[in-house]
């Protein structure tokens, strides 16, 4: 069966769906405007000790993107994916295959969703190198890049996804090594990983980090991240001025709530129920749907005059 689904026999599916699930009311539900129907809180009461595990999540994250057709907007290029076991990066890993990338997914811990992620990458006809760490350590970074280009001899993109995130309830209650983690695995991370790669990039190349909502508008319980976040934009920003000269692109996307790992092993299980129902569409986005936005920036075919930009994909949210 082929993967990729015609466009008129997705928005006629989720068309019969929505004319059965709709409330006459229009405030009442959550946007579906995608190829397929997307879950909508609120979900199963669920906490999962850190880093968590993406294959015992309820609902299990969309990360197939079965409607999305490839055209080789990356064939031939090799991509380095931080986070990559899971979530948005498990999603992005899918689609730069899809798009004809051989992949390493650099992951901390998760063996089991890291193996489903290889198993994703090679279904769709590439090459997916393993490679466990913690990219807080940068002789770690080092390494992972060097394993890289002695699987594939190259390096053309590299996403910088890996994220730590820990809510606290009163600024007191953040302590010294929860803010050290945070600083090491959100900002370190991504210098550490960015250092090791650029002198193996050639013109062409591109580096898209993952960024947050919460680094443009803050978030109350969530003050170490929030910073982190915005500080990624700003070395987004910056580094992509920095390497214009040697043709290097750096462009960052901003996602709002995405139903991945990261919260349901963070916030205490009845906030996860509701997860993502705040923003204007009532839910929280699937990895699928923010994966496509990482393959515009880091395809010169689609991206070519686009570099230090921050890209919202939020779910409406403005903030007010």
Known sequence: MDKAKTVSEANSATSEGEKKKRPSN???????AGARRYPEPPFPKQHQPKPGKEHQLDPMPMYEAPYYQGSN???????????????IGRAVAVLFAREGANVAIVYQTEHADAEITRSAVEAEGRKCLLIAGDVADKSFCDSAISKTLDEFERLDILVNNAAFQQHVQ???ELSVEQFDRTL????????FMSQAAI???????AIVNTGSVTGILGSDHLLDYSMTKGGIHAFTRSLASHLVNRGIRVNAVAPGPVWTPLNPSDS????VAQFGSKVPMKRPAQPEEISPAFVFLASAQCSSYITGEILPIVGGYSGN
């Open 26 to 32: 229009g405030d009442d539900f959550a946007m579906q």
């Open 184 to 191: 090491k695995t959100n900002l370190y991370g991504y210098f």
């Open 199 to 205: 002198p193996y990039m050639q013109p062409g190349s």
């Open 170 to 172: 009163q600024f007191e």
């Open 268 to 271: 205490p299980s009845e906030k």
């Open 73 to 87: 907007k990356l064939l031939g290029k090799v991509a380095v994916i931080t986070g990559g076991d899971s979530g």
